[in-house]
């Protein structure tokens, strides 16, 4: 079981540029949760989705971020137009089914750097 | 808001020493709090609290709640070098779909 799997680990791009996180949850998980992390700051949470469905988006900013989980494949964390203040370390984390916290297993993190 | 206070942000220790560290909380309809480990990568999930006054324990770590004054404590006993880490400390409440709401960490060193 190779667990939650993230890439790229370290992603630059330059200002304007569109950045794509991946993440593929544990086998036989269905619940995807974006975090994001910035310098001496704690985890914030972005996005919760489920196969084909965005359950909650609350913790995402209004314009340029988008988040996917299809039918088939990764979910996707999509920035368009980056900006300095997005380099953060992005985490995602899976769970099989409702889970308080308990139930999730973090991936390492995509690390976005904006130059 | 919900919001999630750790102290100290920052613990410099000498092997075999115990420490504590501090998570209050402020949460409309509180659910659970949770504990987890932070090393260059992935947080890794220590414990899960729902109740006043019931001790969760894994060998040399423990860890408590108080609902009635919203904090929860982290206990390290004889702390060895590879419990440097940052512990993050997080809730989850009734109501908030599955989101957590993380404060910002302590940074704990241990030193040989």
């Known amino acids: 079981n190779a667990g939650v799997m993230q890439n790229p680990r370290h992603l630059v791009r330059r200002r304007g540029q569109e950045a794509r996180l991946r993440c593929s949850p544990m086998?036989?998980?269905?619940?995807v949760y974006w975090y994001r992390q910035l310098p001496e700051e704690g985890l914030k949470f972005m996005v919760y989705?489920?196969?084909?469905?965005?359950?909650?988006e609350s913790g995402m900013p209004k314009e340029r971020f988008s988040a996917e989980f299809p039918k088939e494949g990764p979910s996707i964390l999509r920035i368009q137009q980056v900006v300095r203040g997005d380099s953060a370390a992005y985490f995602c984390?899976?769970?099989?089914?409702?889970?308080?916290?308990?139930?999730?297993?973090f991936g390492s993190g995509t690390r976005l750097t904006v130059v | 808001e919900d919001k999630v206070v750790q102290s100290p942000l920052s613990l410099v220790v000498h092997e075999g020493d115990t420490v504590t560290l501090n998570c209050s909380y402020e949460?409309?309809?509180?659910?659970?709090l949770l504990w987890y480990k932070q090393e260059k990568k992935a947080p890794t999930f220590l414990f899960m609290l729902?109740?006043?006054?019931i001790e969760k324990k894994s060998g040399r770590l423990s860890s408590i709640l108080d609902k009635k004054e919203l904090f929860s404590i982290l206990n390290i006993t004889a702390t060895q070098t590879g419990d440097s880490a940052v512990y993050l400390c997080?809730?989850?409440?009734?109501?908030?779909?599955?989101?957590?709401?993380f404060g910002k960490g302590t940074k704990l060193t241990v030193n040989p």
């Open positions: 997080a809730v989850n409440r009734v109501g908030g779909s599955e989101k957590l709401v």
């Open positions: 086998k036989g998980h269905s619940h």
């Open positions: 949460v409309t309809n509180f659910r659970s």
């Open positions: 984390a899976s769970s099989p089914t409702y889970s308080a916290g308990d139930g999730y297993t």
């Open positions: 989705l489920q196969k084909e469905n965005i359950i909650d």
């Open positions: 729902t109740s006043s006054g």
